[in-house]
């Protein structure tokens, strides 16, 4: 008898904590909420005048009747790159509205790693990065958001690309970045590593609007780390087997399919609903 009053406060507990957390999890959806109308709103009123701008400019460049004078061609083009600067920065503001809100279901990580690597494979290839792969014929499966995953990888894989291509490493070690995919006890981990220079302040690197970079906007692994907490798994940087930094998306494990069964007459149910 003691052991089911044991039992019973022990389901108890947990059926609470478990309360909690979901509150806890509707309260910083809520709060991500507000902060992205308010970013939505931002952006609407920059990108009509940053477009009228980036308009002009460029057709003033690109004017051939009336060449520029020299004293202004210089100015004009740094106008034209600040403005370019900007509007990437919107779109990364419009990813992290598009984060806010997350559609689960069982996805094989493979695939979107896969898929990621598709997409920006022509700009790795331009800048003649070597692409290891390690894992990404396997079927590890979690419950997410196959295009908000597929965001955070390419973040990730463009953060390598241009710190490679900033401070390339030494001529006998080609410039690689290397995607590797592997289960780890209850989590299945996708990583993404380069042998560049690595984090410069690996604890403000996840910071909004942080960055070491001469031309970032800070919110590329901000991304990634809304990205993984929509997902309730984590973002770990820092540096790599390959002597560069490293990312490492830590994803819950997809829990196992309940089995299939038969009824009578060979019908087949999930053992779900009536």
């Known amino acids: 008898m003691e052991r089911l009053t044991q039992a019973r406060r022990q389901l108890a507990e947990a059926i609470e904590r478990e309360r909690l957390k979901d509150a806890q999890t509707v309260l910083v959806l809520e709060d991500k909420l507000k902060s992205s109308l308010q970013a939505a709103a931002v952006a609407h009123e920059i990108n009509l005048p940053l477009s009228t701008l980036l308009l002009n400019s460029k057709l003033l460049l690109d ?34 509205l598009r984060n806010v809100q997350t559609h689960h279901r069982r996805l094989n990580l493979a695939n979107v790693a896969r898929s990621a690597l598709l997409y920006a494979g022509p ?24 295009a908000q ?24 070690d080609p410039a690689t970045i290397a995607v590797r995919l592997q289960s780890e006890g209850d989590t299945v981990v996708l990583s993404v590593a380069d042998n560049g220079p690595g984090f410069q302040t690996p604890q403000t690197a996840l910071a909004p609007l942080e960055t070491s970079k001469a031309h970032g906007s800070g919110l590329g692994l ?26 490492r998306l830590i994803f819950p494990a997809a829990p196992d399919p309940p089995p299939t069964q038969y009824g009578v007459g060979g019908e087949r149910w999930s053992g779900t609903g009536p």
């Open 63 to 96: 004017q051939q009747d009336a060449p520029l004078p020299a004293n202004l061609n210089e100015p004009l083009q740094a106008i034209a790159s600040n403005a370019v600067e900007v509007v990437t920065t919107i779109e990364k503001m419009r990813t992290l």
């Open 222 to 247: 901000y991304v990634v780390q809304t990205t993984m907490d929509n997902h309730r798994g984590s973002l770990a940087i820092g540096r790599s087997n390959l002597g560069g930094a490293e990312g």
């Open 123 to 146: 700009s790795l290839k331009a800048a003649a990065i070597t692409v290891q792969r390690e894992g990404l014929e396997e079927s590890l499966e979690v419950l997410g958001d196959a």
């Open 149 to 172: 995953i597929q965001i955070a990888v390419v973040n990730l894989l463009r953060n390598a690309l241009e710190a490679l291509e900033t401070a390339a490493p030494a001529a006998a």
